[in-house]
T-cell receptor, first 111, second 113 residues
Framework: NAGVTQTPKFRILKIGQSMTLQCTQD?????MYWYRQDPGMGLKLIYY???????DKGEVPNGYNVSRSTTEDFPLRLELAAPSQTSVYFC??????????FGSGTRLTVV | GQQVMQIPQYQHVQEGEDFTTYCNSS?????IQWYKQRPGGHPVFLIQ?????EVKKQKRLTFQFGEAKKNSSLHITATQTTDVGTYFC?????????????FGKGTKLSVKP
C-alpha cells in the first residue's frame, strides 16, 4: 500500500493563479481531510469528506474548493491564489476509530 | 469553539533527560490522539486514549488520559536525538461523527546530544 499520496510536493504560484493539489489514498478509507499548517499554528481543517460525493467545510474553507468523485481521490482546488495561502497542505484519510494517515504534504508559496 | 491548550510550546532538553507535554481542555473529551511530526515531515499517528485514567506505553513513551477526560500528557523517558520533532494532541470535533480532529498547536522538542 502506498497510503496517502500528495502531488506536487512543492509549488510556487503567482498571485491570482489557480492550481489543484492532488490527494489519492489506496486504503479504501471513507473519511478524507485537507489541513493547512502555518508555522507555530498547528493544523487547521479546510475541507473534509465522509465518502464519495459528500464534502463539507472545515474551519478555514475560504479560497478553496474540493470534490470527491471517487473513494480514492480528494483534490483541493485553489482559485485566485493569495499570499495568505502560502502554507504547507496536508491531506489525510482515516477509518474510524483509527487515527489519521497523512500524506507527505505540499509546500505552496504564493508570490 | 472547542480547543485545547498544549504546553509548553517549546522544550529544549539534553539527551537523556525526560520530556513531558500536556494538553488541557475546558470540556470533557470523548477521546484524544497524539501525533509526532519530524522536522520537514508529516504528522504520524502515535496513539489514541479513550478511557478515563487510561495509561498506555510505547517503549520510552507514556501516554495518560486524565480521570475527568479533560487533560492528557505524553512523557518521554531518557530522550534521544530521534525524539526531535513536534508533538501534537488532537481530539474529535463535536463528538466526532464526521471523524474531524482539532489539533493543539504542538510542543516542539529539540534534543541536544
Amino acid at each position: 500500500n502506498a497510503g496517502v499520496t500528495q502531488t506536487p510536493k512543492f509549488r510556487i504560484l503567482k498571485i491570482g493563479q489557480s492550481m489543484t493539489l492532488q490527494c489519492t489514498q489506496d486504503m479504501n478509507h471513507n473519511y478524507m481531510y485537507w489541513y493547512r499548517q502555518d508555522p507555530g499554528m498547528g493544523l487547521k481543517l479546510i475541507y473534509y469528506s465522509v465518502g464519495a460525493g459528500i464534502t463539507d467545510k472545515g474551519e478555514v474553507p475560504n479560497g478553496y474548493n474540493v470534490s470527491r468523485s471517487t473513494t480514492e481521490d480528494f483534490p483541493l482546488r485553489l482559485e485566485l491564489a493569495a499570499p495568505s495561502q502560502t502554507s504547507v497542505y496536508f491531506c489525510a484519510s482515516r477509518v474510524l476509530p483509527e487515527g489519521y494517515t497523512f500524506g507527505s504534504g505540499t509546500r505552496l508559496t504564493v508570490v | 469553539g472547542q480547543q485545547v491548550m498544549q504546553i509548553p510550546q517549546y522544550q529544549h532538553v539534553q539527551e537523556g533527560e525526560d520530556f513531558t507535554t500536556y494538553c488541557n481542555s475546558s470540556t470533557t473529551l470523548s477521546n484524544i490522539q497524539w501525533y509526532k511530526q519530524r522536522p520537514g515531515g508529516h504528522p504520524v499517528f502515535l496513539i489514541q486514549l479513550v478511557k478515563s485514567g487510561e495509561v498506555k506505553k510505547q517503549k520510552r513513551l507514556t501516554f495518560q488520559f486524565g480521570e475527568a477526560k479533560k487533560n492528557s500528557s505524553l512523557h518521554i523517558t531518557a530522550t534521544q536525538t530521534t525524539d526531535v520533532g513536534t508533538y501534537f494532541c488532537a481530539f474529535p470535533n463535536y463528538g466526532g461523527s464526521q471523524g474531524n480532529l482539532i489539533f493543539g498547536k504542538g510542543t516542539k522538542l529539540s534534543v541536544k546530544p
